[in-house]
C-alpha cells in the first residue's frame, strides 16, 4: 500500500490539500447567512464528502477514495506518499473499512455539537443561600470552552465574588445564591452562539413574617384586628392559631380572616377572646411564624403590664407619628386624632449641654428666615436628624419631652442625609454653597449611639448625589451604594462598609446623566433616571444587572423616576412633567414584564406605597399629583385608579432649593393606614384603608419634609 510510507505529517498535509481543492471546486457562498469560518469548514467538509461518496451510500468504501486518487495526478505538491485512501487508515474509528459522515467530521477537525430539544431551556430552583450549578448541555466532539452569559454579558472573565469557577466540565457554579441571581444563563460553545441553552433560574425564599400589633388590651364589645405579613417566593400561605389551636374551626360571623387570611377580625370582642394568635406562614421551602397577644379586660388600667399596651394605644408614645417640617417649625402630629401633639416653633432654641441648636437660621437683627429642610432620615434608636441650617439630630423620645438636639459640625450647607442601616451610619451630602460649587460627602460612624460618632470625610469630588438600595424584610444587609455626579455619564459603586470607590459604570454609550435610581432585588436591577441632553438621543431609563455591574440597556420607552415596591415587584415609573405612568413587574423569574401604563395628566409629583388591605402580598399605590388638588390611588397588579379630589392644591411659591418633589406624599410603614401629604398651608391625612380623607390639619406652611416614625 501506498499508505505504507504515509506520515502524520503528510497525512495533514493530504487533509490540507482536499480541503483546497474542494474550496477551489466548490467556492463557498458569498453572504450565507452561515458565515462564520466554523461553519464554512463544516460545509466544505460536507461537500467534499458527498462528492467522494459516488453511490450515495453515506459511507465511503476504499474504492471509492481510491478513485479520487487518481484525479490529482495533476498534483504539483509533494503529499510525501500519502493517498486519500489513507483516510481509511487514520480515521476509521470502527475499523469496518468504510468511514460515515461523523468519522470524516471528526478526521477533519469539525466541532460537532448537539443540544437535545428537551434541554434548549432549563428550569432550575435553589433556595437562597445555598449553592448550585449549572452545568451546558450542548455536547459534542472538539467541542470548544463554554461561554456563560448573563443578560447578554460574558461571565466569563468578569472575576465575579459569587460565580467565581467554572469548573471542569465548563459549569457555571453560584456559590451563594441570592435573590439577584435570578434570570437567565445562557451557554454555547465558543465560537458557536448559534446554539445555546438557556437556563432559567428561579430563587426560592422562605417566608419571613411581621404582626401587628405584637400586643393589645381591648375592652369588651368592641372590635379588633390582628394583622400578619409574610414575604417568601413562592407566596406564602398564612394560618392562625389561637392558643395553639387552628382558628379555622372557630370562624363565625364574630371572628374572620380577611384579605387571605393576612388579617384577623373580631367584630365585638370578648372576655373568651384573649389570647395568643399565631401566625403562621408557610411556602414550599419553609415556615416562619409569630405571635400577636390579645387582652380583653373591663378596668384594663388595674394590671401594669395592659396600662402600658393602653398608654402606647392612646399615642403616648414616640413611635407611630408624623413628624412634619415647615415654615411653622417641626410638627408631631398621630394620624389618629389628627392633632399637633407637638409643636417646636423655629424662634425655639433647644439645648443640650451647652450648644444651641436654633431651628432655623437666624439672622443679625433676630429675625427668622423661612426653614428649608432639606431632608431627614430616623432610624429605629429613635433619632430624627435634620440637615438645615446646620446638621442636628434629636432624640425623639427627648423631643416629646425636653427638646434636645445635637450638633455636628459637617460641611456648610447639608442638603441630603440617608441612613445606612446596615452600617449604623449617616451619609451626608453638602453643597458647601448655594451654588453647589463645593459638594463634598460625609459620612457620620455608629450613628445610633447618640454620641461618639465619626464624622469621615469621603474623597469623593464632585458628587451630585448618591443612592443606598433600601432594606426589605428578605434583604437586610446591603452592602453597595453608588454616587452620581450629574455632570458625568456614569454612576460609581462603593463599598458601604470600607467607603472604597469598587466601580465606575460607564452610561456614556447611552448619553445618559443620572438623576436619580431604585432598586429591586428580584434579579438584582438597578433603574437609571436619564437626564435631558439635548445634543443626544433621549434615552429616559437604563437599567444595570448588579451581578455584572454592566448595563443591560434602556428600560424600553419608560421615562421618568423609578420607584420600587417594597417587596421588590413592582416598579411605577412616573415624572412631573410627563403624563405616563408606567408600571412593570419583575417575576419571580427575574422577568420584567410591562404591566400597563396609564395617563395622569399633568404629571405625578411623588408616590408612596402601601400595603393591600383587601389581598394579601400585594402592594398599592399613592400619588401626588404635579399640579392640582388630586390623589391618584392606583391597585398595582390590576391598575385600577381612582382620584381623591377632596384635597387642596400643593405648596406654591418658589421650589426648594434642594430640589425634590413639590408636594410630597408619606405613607406610615408596613401597617400603617395613613398617609401624609401638604398642601399650601395645611396638611392632609388620608385613610388609606378606607381610600378616603381622614382630615384637614391647618396652620402648618411650607411643609416640605415628613418622617414617619413607626414601630414596625
Ligand atoms: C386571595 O383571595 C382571593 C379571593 O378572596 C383570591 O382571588 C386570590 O387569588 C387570593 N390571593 C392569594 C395570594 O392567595
Ligand atoms: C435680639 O435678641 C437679643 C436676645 O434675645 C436681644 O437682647 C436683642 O435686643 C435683640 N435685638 C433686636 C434688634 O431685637
Ligand atoms: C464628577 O465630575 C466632576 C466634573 O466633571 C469631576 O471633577 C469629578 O472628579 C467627578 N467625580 C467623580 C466621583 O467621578
Ligand atoms: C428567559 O428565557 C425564557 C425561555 O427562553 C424566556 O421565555 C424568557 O423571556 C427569558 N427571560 C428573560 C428575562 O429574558
Not at 447567512?33 to 461537500?47: G, I, M, Y
Amino acid at each position: 500500500l501506498p499508505g505504507d510510507t504515509c506520515t502524520m505529517a503528510g497525512y495533514a498535509r493530504l487533509k490540507n490539500v482536499l480541503l483546497a481543492l474542494q474550496t477551489r471546486l466548490r467556492p463557498p457562498q458569498e453572504g450565507s447567512s452561515r458565515d462564520d469560518p466554523t461553519s464554512q469548514k463544516r460545509l466544505l467538509v460536507e461537500s467534499l464528502f458527498k462528492d467522494l461518496d459516488a453511490d450515495g451510500s453515506g459511507h465511503l468504501s476504499s474504492s471509492e477514495l481510491a478513485q479520487h486518487m487518481l484525479k490529482e495526478q495533476d498534483l504539483d505538491e509533494d503529499l510525501l506518499g500519502c493517498s486519500p485512501a489513507d483516510l481509511l487508515r487514520f480515521d476509521d474509528y470502527n475499523s469496518d473499512n468504510s468511514l460515515t459522515l461523523h468519522e470524516f467530521y471528526t478526521a477533519f477537525q469539525v466541532v460537532q455539537l448537539s443540544l437535545a430539544p428537551e434541554d434548549r431551556v432549563s428550569m432550575t430552583t435553589v433556595t437562597v443561600g445555598l449553592s448550585t450549578v449549572l452545568t451546558c448541555a450542548v455536547h459534542g466532539d472538539l467541542r470548544p470552552p463554554i461561554v456563560w452569559k448573563r443578560n447578554g454579558l460574558t461571565l466569563n472573565f468578569l472575576d465575579l465574588e459569587d460565580i467565581n469557577d467554572f469548573g471542569e466540565d465548563d459549569s457555571l457554579y453560584i456559590t451563594k445564591v441570592t435573590t439577584i441571581h435570578m434570570g437567565n444563563y445562557t451557554c454555547h460553545a465558543s465560537g458557536h452562539e448559534e446554539l445555546f441553552q438557556t437556563h432559567v433560574l428561579q430563587v426560592n425564599v422562605p417566608p419571613v413574617i411581621r404582626v401587628y400589633p405584637e400586643t393589645q388590651a381591648q375592652e369588651p364589645g368592641v372590635a379588633a384586628s390582628l394583622r400578619c405579613h409574610a414575604e417568601g417566593i413562592p407566596v406564602p400561605r398564612i394560618t392562625w392559631l389561637k392558643n395553639g389551636m387552628d382558628v379555622s374551626a372557630q370562624m363565625s360571623k364574630q371572628l374572620s380572616l380577611i384579605a387571605n387570611g393576612s388579617e384577623l377580625h373580631i367584630g365585638s370582642v370578648r372576655y373568651e377572646d384573649t389570647g395568643a394568635y399565631t401566625c403562621i406562614a408557610k411556602n414550599e421551602v419553609g415556615v416562619d411564624e409569630d405571635i400577636s397577644s390579645l387582652f380583653i379586660e373591663d378596668s384594663a388600667r388595674k394590671t401594669p403590664a395592659v396600662a402600658n399596651i393602653l398608654w402606647r394605644e392612646e399615642g403616648l408614645s414616640v413611635g407611630n407619628m408624623f413628624y412634619v417640617f415647615s415654615d411653622n417649625g417641626i410638627m408631631v402630629i398621630h394620624p389618629m386624632d389628627c392633632e399637633i401633639q407637638r409643636h417646636l416653633k423655629p424662634t425655639e432654641k433647644v439645648f443640650m449641654s451647652y450648644v444651641r441648636c436654633p431651628l432655623c437660621p437666624v439672622k443679625k437683627q433676630n429675625v427668622t428666615e423661612p426653614c428649608f429642610w432639606s431632608s431627614s432620615t430616623v432610624e429605629r434608636y429613635r433619632q430624627l436628624w435634620h440637615p438645615a441650617p446646620t446638621l442636628q439630630f434629636f432624640s425623639i423620645t427627648e423631643l416629646q419631652s425636653h427638646s434636645i438636639c445635637l450638633s455636628i459640625g459637617v460641611d456648610p450647607l447639608p442638603a441630603k442625609l440617608s441612613y445606612d442601616k446596615s452600617h449604623d451610619q449617616v451619609w451626608v451630602l453638602s453643597w458647601g454653597d448655594v451654588h453647589r460649587s463645593k459638594t463634598s460627602l460625609q459620612v457620620i460612624t455608629e450613628a445610633s449611639t447618640g454620641q461618639g460618632q465619626h464624622l469621615i470625610r469621603t474623597p469623593f469630588a464632585g458628587v451630585d448625589d448618591f443612592f443606598i438600595p433600601p432594606t426589605n424584610l428578605i434583604i437586610n444587609h446591603i452592602r453597595f451604594g453608588f454616587i452620581l455626579n450629574k455632570s458625568g455619564p456614569a454612576v460609581h459603586k462603593v463599598d458601604l462598609e470600607t467607603l472604597l470607590l469598587l466601580k465606575t459604570i460607564g452610561l456614556q454609550q447611552h448619553s445618559c446623566m443620572p438623576q436619580a435610581m431604585a432598586h429591586t432585588h428580584r434579579g438584582g436591577y438597578f433603574f437609571v433616571q436619564c437626564g435631558q441632553d439635548s445634543s443626544a438621543p433621549t434615552t429616559r431609563q437604563l437599567i444595570i444587572d448588579s451581578v455584572t455591574d454592566s448595563v443591560v440597556g434602556p428600560n424600553g420607552d419608560v421615562a421618568g423616576t423609578p420607584h420600587v415596591s417594597p417587596d421588590g415587584r413592582f416598579v411605577v415609573s412616573a415624572a412631573a412633567d410627563s403624563p405616563w405612568l408606567h408600571v412593570q413587574e419583575v417575576t419571580t423569574r427575574g422577568e420584567i414584564q410591562t404591566r400597563y401604563r396609564l395617563e395622569v395628566r399633568p404629571g405625578i409629583s411623588d408616590l408612596a406605597f402601601q400595603r393591600s388591605f383587601t389581598e394579601a402580598n400585594q402592594y398599592d399605590a399613592y400619588a401626588t399629583l404635579a399640579r392640582g388638588p388630586g390623589l391618584l390611588f392606583l391597585e398595582l397588579p390590576t391598575g385600577k385608579a381612582a382620584v381623591l379630589k377632596d384635597l387642596k392644591g400643593p405648596p406654591t411659591g418658589p421650589s426648594r432649593p434642594w430640589g425634590g418633589p413639590r408636594r410630597i406624599l408619606r405613607d406610615s410603614g408596613l401597617f400603617g393606614q395613613y398617609l401624609l401629604t401638604p398642601a399650601q398651608e395645611s396638611l392632609f391625612l388620608v385613610n388609606g384603608r378606607q381610600n378616603a380623607l381622614r382630615c384637614e390639619v391647618s396652620g402648618i406652611k411650607g411643609g416640605t419634609t415628613v418622617v414617619w416614625v413607626g414601630e414596625v
